[in-house]
């Protein structure tokens, strides 16, 4: 389903436009717009049915968990970006998995 990918490239844009409203961080407005879009790409592919789409859901998810855990002890935000990655990462890492077996 591409519903999570909807779901998780709609919370990064809105992530990263925060980031940046609040802290002035060009950083989190830069990755919160390139994971979100990379999530919307995946979601609309995976929604038309052609190749590729759950992989790079799985790679934003990725990309999203490894950007967030060295900073999971600094507060809330990067807590849930780091739940909420993991489990866009376990949804499509599963789905990729029993795709090719």
């Given at each position: 389903?591409?519903y999570p990918?909807y779901?998780?490239?709609g919370?990064c844009i809105?992530?990263?436009?925060?980031g940046?409203?609040?802290?002035r961080?060009?950083p989190?407005l830069?990755?919160?717009?390139?994971v979100?879009?990379?999530?919307?790409?995946?979601?609309?592919?995976i929604?038309?049915?052609?190749?590729n789409?759950?992989?790079?859901?799985l790679?934003?998810?990725?990309?999203l968990?490894?950007?967030s855990?060295?900073?999971?002890?600094?507060?809330p935000?990067?807590?849930?970006?780091a739940a909420t990655s993991s489990?866009?990462?376990?949804?499509?890492g599963?789905?990729v998995?029993n795709?090719?077996?």
């Amino acid at each position: 389903s591409a519903y999570p990918a909807y779901t998780m490239g709609g919370l990064c844009i809105v992530g990263g436009i925060t980031g940046y409203a609040r802290t002035r961080s060009v950083p989190s407005l830069v990755a919160g717009i390139g994971v979100g879009l990379l999530f919307l790409w995946s979601a609309e592919v995976i929604r038309k049915g052609a190749p590729n789409g759950l992989e790079g859901a799985l790679g934003a998810s990725a990309l999203l968990l490894l950007s967030s855990l060295p900073r999971i002890t600094k507060g809330p935000v990067p807590l849930v970006l780091a739940a909420t990655s993991s489990a866009a990462g376990v949804y499509y890492g599963t789905k990729v998995y029993n795709l090719r077996n």
